[in-house]
């Protein structure tokens, strides 16, 4: 078996290697530039540099296949980004003659990668969500705007997206008054090409499932709380804790794969 591991430059591709490689499996890791942690360790066999889908997906994929067709049997794809990951969903067919995809279909993802799309399956099938509001304009937010308690949240809709063929990441900002409110939600529609969601913001503990499946049949759970974020105010994680998965906490996150047939 061969891995092909992306995104290099990232310390979750990194783990990955040194995981894969210390249980003797062929390690193939690339990265958007030569300098990436991943490519100099000794876990990795061969090692590549790719475009960046980011800033041409076609170019991206032409890389990726290019090392593909090079390889004696067929790889596993690991993506640690939004931008790896949803360039290679969207090309998978391009992609499928000569790797193996750990993905489920273009519509499960499509729904998982939107965060309005996901809380609304979650409240169709009775998972609680924070109180949100998909404002379409800014008419509507002038009306919203005063009725809301504040500090609230806004996101996007979609956390990485292309316009005009170049990726656009953007995430969670943190509002304290009506007008902070307005100015931040005009300046992520613009970056992003949607309006962005306005949610309730949760004080309190963090909890995050890990979830392995196939074809909607769970093999590996996992369960973490959060000790600290990479930013004080939230975000992504850097340090963490295994924790006994509750009842609740596991029926509530395979209620939800369930119903995005993952």
């Not at 100099?40 to 991206?60: A, D, I, L, W």
């Not at 809380?119 to 969500?129: D, G, Q, T, V, Y």
């Not at 005009?186 to 074809?215: C, R, Y």
Request: aromatic letters at 8%.
């Amino acid at each position: 078996m061969t891995a092909i591991i992306l995104d290099g430059h990232l310390q979750s591709a990194l783990a990955a290697v040194r995981s894969l490689g210390q249980k003797g499996i062929k390690v193939v890791c690339g990265a958007p530039r030569k300098t990436a942690m991943s490519l100099f360790s000794r876990y990795c066999g061969e090692t590549f540099v790719y475009t960046p889908p980011g800033q041409n997906k076609e170019k991206f994929i032409l890389d990726l296949l290019d090392i593909l067709k090079k390889l004696k049997e067929k790889a596993i794809i690991f993506s640690f980004s939004d931008e790896t990951f949803l360039s290679v969903s969207e090309k998978r067919e391009k992609i499928e003659s000569y790797a193996e995809l750990i993905l489920s279909s273009k519509e499960s993802v499509d729904t998982a990668f939107n965060k309005e799309k996901t809380l609304c399956l979650a409240k169709e099938n009775s998972i609680p969500i924070p109180e949100t509001h998909f404002v379409l304009s800014t008419e509507e937010l002038e009306n919203l705007a005063p009725e809301l308690s504040y500090p609230v949240i806004i996101k996007p809709r979609q956390s990485y997206v292309w316009q005009e063929g170049k990726g656009k990441l953007a995430s969670t900002v943190y509002i304290s008054s009506p007008e902070q409110l307005k100015e931040e939600f005009k300046n992520l529609s613009a970056k992003m090409g949607e309006p962005p969601l306005v949610q309730q913001l949760i004080q309190g503990e963090e909890f995050g499932i890990f979830a392995l499946l196939e074809h909607g049949r769970p093999l590996a759970l996992f369960a973490h709380r959060r000790i600290r974020s990479i930013s004080p105010l939230g975000g992504a994680s850097c340090l963490r804790e295994s924790i006994k998965m509750s009842q609740e906490m596991k029926e509530y996150s395979l209620r939800l794969l369930k119903a995005l047939q993952w």
